[in-house]
């Protein structure tokens, strides 16, 4: 998970503005549900195309780009739909973090665009983030409002918008990669095992499921790979098979393959961040000679 640093929340879809956007939000205000909403207004594509460029910081999506899950960062179009999902659940909020008292959810913000993040099925499926919603005190969630304003026909967003008062005030314990620095929350080991940094990052990397092994092994791949080729260019360099200026190359061009971990293009940039922080113990440690030159290659490229 990173910062999602493109998406305006001034900035509102046309879909979301629309006569028929606001009689929605009337319809489940009324009913105290947020069951309510039409899934097309929220599931346009012009809503989700947007969302799918932000993931990979853009303003807008190119034909070849492979958008990425807010959360894990995974590319999943090739093998699921990445799914337009509510930051605070519009239906209900799960009673285990309500002190087991019934809530009904934040029904007025169905299809505020503050509150629209774009994520993978299994971070936001009923067995990871679901209605999930834990605050720092439950006493401190928000009292339900009415932003319709008739007539005319409007909404009025002034206390809708995730990173304003009232709903900061909430403290929510999930971070929220669109006006949040992921990085003080999330930590790695040198294996890429993800861990969270006190109670905000230890609940977020609960509840969206960031340790679950699929991830991990994805994680790892990115790095193996390289530590593989790392071995080959040091095996070829024992051999005598490549010349000492060809074996710096080869060592350049697989620290700077590591450097390209860190582009917000591609799969889990975060884990590639602590790579970078740490390529002593993530990478030199494990490669049994020519430690040396490795370090001299990372730092000329670096």
């Not at 894990?72 to 909020?93: G, I, M, N, W």
């Not at 003080?184 to 861990?195: A, D, E, M, R």
Request: hydrophobic letters at 35%; aromatic letters at 10%.
């Amino acid at each position: 998970m990173i910062r999602i640093t493109k998406k305006d929340y001034n900035d509102v879809p046309e879909p979301l503005t629309r006569p028929g956007t606001y009689r929605q939000i009337e319809r489940a205000v009324a009913a105290t549900d947020g069951n309510k909403y039409n899934t097309n207004y929220y599931k346009d594509e012009i809503v989700v195309n947007k969302l799918k460029a932000f993931s990979v910081h853009k303003d807008n999506l190119d034909q070849h780009d492979k958008p990425k899950c807010y959360y894990c960062e995974s590319y999943v179009d090739h093998v699921a739909t990445l799914q337009v999902e509510h930051f605070r659940p519009k239906a209900k909020v799960d009673e285990i973090d309500n002190n087991s008292l019934s809530h009904s959810g934040y029904y007025w913000l169905g299809l505020e665009w503050s509150n629209l993040l774009l994520s993978c099925p299994s971070c936001n499926g009923k067995n990871a983030k679901g209605n999930r919603f834990p605050l720092l005190d439950f006493n401190n969630r928000t009292r339900a409002i009415n932003p319709i304003r008739n007539p005319p026909l409007s909404f009025d967003r002034a206390h809708c918008i995730a990173n304003q008062s009232p709903l900061l005030d909430e403290e929510p314990l999930l971070i929220n990669p669109e006006y949040e620095d992921p990085t003080p929350y999330l930590t790695f080991n040198n294996v890429g095992q993800i861990y969270g940094v006190g109670e905000k990052g230890e609940k977020t990397v609960e509840i969206l499921k960031l340790c679950r092994d699929s991830l991990l092994a994805a994680r790892q791949t990115k790095l193996n790979d390289i530590i593989k080729n790392i071995d080959l260019a040091c095996a070829a360099r024992e051999m005598s098979r490549i010349n000492y200026d060809g074996f710096k190359v080869w060592l350049e061009a697989e620290c700077t393959k590591v450097l390209e971990l860190d582009n917000v293009t591609n799969e889990y940039c975060l884990w590639g961040r602590y790579i970078i922080a740490n390529f002593e113990s993530c990478v030199v440690s494990r490669i049994p000679i020519y430690k040396d030159e490795l370090r001299d290659a990372f730092q000329q490229v670096k």
